[in-house]
Structures are given as structure tokens and as C-alpha cells.
């Protein structure tokens, strides 16, 4: 399965820059399976059996929970894309259920960039895609927010 921009591109319209979801929704699923460590280790050294055994059991179901929420976010990312080309922005999110979104870089009146403290120090934000007479679309926790704003209104 190819990428979507690579499908959509019309002749000699060119893509200038692409980015996803930020690395950061890892998070979640990479704390469950630390805290599943965490009660493994604690399993083994404490010498009370019946706590033993909850220990084991909680390890076990933060473990199956981190791992499916690290597969959650790794299909998230696989099927989100987000590109500037020489003549539009486009975005699309889902695998079998696709929602896209393309606007020309000719109605684009604004793009504004909406980041946290953490995500000014991470590296991630939202940005907002304002057009003439097109609307407006919010895509969230994209890498590189302002390098992608740079690439939008740097015409």
C-alpha cells in the first residue's frame, strides 16, 4: 500500500513537506508497560504470596493494555498523513474509513499554530488552516507545527 499523497498528485504538482502524528501518543502505552515492569519486579521481590499473585495479575493486564494502545498509536501514525505540495495542503486520517482534507494553497487566508508548553518543548501542536470561503480545519498533534506553517505560507 503506497502513500495517499503519491496517488493524488496531479501533473507536475511536486510534495514540499510531510509530517504525522507526533511520536508522543507512544507515551501512554510506553508507561502501562513500565508500570507492568514495575509490578513484575515488585512480584518478585516481595515474599507475601497472595500479594505476589496480584502483582502478577496486575502486571499482566498493564502489559496487554500497553501493548495494545502502542499498536493503537502505531496504526494512528501509519494511517495519518499530512502534506504541503507546490499547489495544496492535503490531510487524511483512517484506513477504511478516510476522511481527507484538501485546500488550495491560493485560498488559504491563515495558519494558526497552537502548541503547550510541552509541546513547545517536544515538538508537537495544532495547527489551524483558515480559508477564504473554505473553512476551517484543525489538525492535531502534528510534528514540526511551525516548520509546517513555514512551508504553507513561504510562497
Known sequence: ???????????????????????????????????????????????????VMTLLGASALLAVLGGFLLFQAWFQRWTTETDVTSLRVVHKEGFIKRQTFEMSLDKIESVDVSQSIAGRLFGWGDVTVNGVGEGTKTIKMIGAPVEFRNHITAR
Do not use: W
Not at 495517499?4 to 498528485?9: A, G, H, N, P
Not at 507526533?22 to 518478585?44: N, T
Open 1 to 51: 500500500m503506497g502513500r495517499y499523497i503519491d496517488d493524488i498528485l496531479q501533473p507536475g504538482e511536486k510534495v514540499l513537506y510531510s509530517t504525522t502524528i507526533h511520536g508522543i501518543i507512544y507515551v501512554p502505552g510506553l508507561v502501562c508497560l513500565g508500570l507492568a515492569g514495575a509490578c513484575l519486579f515488585g512480584a518478585r521481590t516481595i515474599p507475601n504470596d497472595g500479594m
